[in-house]
């Protein structure tokens, strides 16, 4: 697509529930990454993938979040028995890919899903 | 770990005024980014630079690696400008190497 794309914009659920996010990156991206926001602060690092394995999930805050990547496109962040705290707005992002030494290359960002767990 | 620190977190000014938003960081870096974020949550890439100034329409973006501070200025600011303005460093170890500022909040008055 032209565009990062992010469904559902918007999902309310409640506590205990189970949630997935899903991402399309810009076609050829091969880097793709998710970041979470809270109101007032900037993104923080979940999880990035290199093609279709995770290549750091370090920032997945517990075993409640995984994300998979099958064929190195779409991505889907997946979230178990949701917390009140899991509501925040989380941003998904592309880039042509991420070199050791160089970083990211320029980023670019969907609309993000706003996920709200009453 | 990098530490980001923008300011000011918040800026109110008249349409027109020349905005200067600074972003200071502690580690060195491979790049910096400077990206716009509109109510709603999109995110949009303004700038990404490793060294000296780059330009685009009335945004100009500077970095100095020897200081670790760089600065995103807005000529001619407009209304339509008003917006979060986010600063990212990259320590060019992956992903996991971006860390992102809180963000400065803009508001250009009619």
């Known amino acids: 697509g032209a565009g990062v794309s992010q469904t559902p914009s918007n999902k309310v659920t409640e506590k205990g529930k189970y949630v997935e996010l899903r991402c399309d990156p810009i076609?050829?991206?091969?880097?793709l990454y998710w970041y979470r926001q809270s109101l007032g602060q900037g993104p923080e690092f979940l999880i990035y993938?290199?093609?279709?394995?995770?290549?750091?999930d370090s920032g997945l805050p517990n075993d409640r979040f995984f994300a998979v990547r099958p064929e190195g496109s779409v991505s889907t962040l997946k979230i178990q028995r949701t917390e009140r705290g899991d509501s925040a707005v989380y941003l998904c992002?592309?880039?042509?890919?991420?070199?050791?030494?160089?970083?990211?290359?320029?980023?670019?960002f969907g609309e993000g899903s706003r996920l709200t767990v009453l | 770990k990098n530490e980001v620190e923008q300011s000011p977190q918040n800026l109110t000014a008249q349409e027109g005024e020349f905005i200067t938003i600074n972003c200071s960081y502690s580690?060195?870096?491979?790049?910096l980014h400077w990206l716009q974020q509109h109510p709603g949550g999109g995110i949009v890439s303004l700038f990404m630079?490793?060294?000296g100034k780059k330009k685009h329409g009335r945004l100009i973006a500077t970095i100095n690696i020897q200081e670790k501070h760089s600065s995103l200025h807005i000529t001619a600011s407009h209304p339509r400008d008003s917006a979060v303005y986010i600063c990212?460093?990259?320590?060019?170890?992956?992903?996991?190497?971006?860390?992102f500022g809180k963000g400065t909040h803009l508001i250009i008055q009619p």
């Open positions: 630079l490793s060294s």
């Open positions: 580690v060195g870096i491979s790049a």
């Open positions: 076609s050829g991206h091969t880097a």
């Open positions: 992002a592309s880039s042509l890919e991420v070199i050791a030494g160089v970083g990211t290359g320029e980023l670019f």
């Open positions: 990212a460093v990259d320590s060019g170890g992956g992903a996991d190497g971006l860390t």
């Open positions: 993938f290199q093609g279709t394995g995770a290549a750091d």
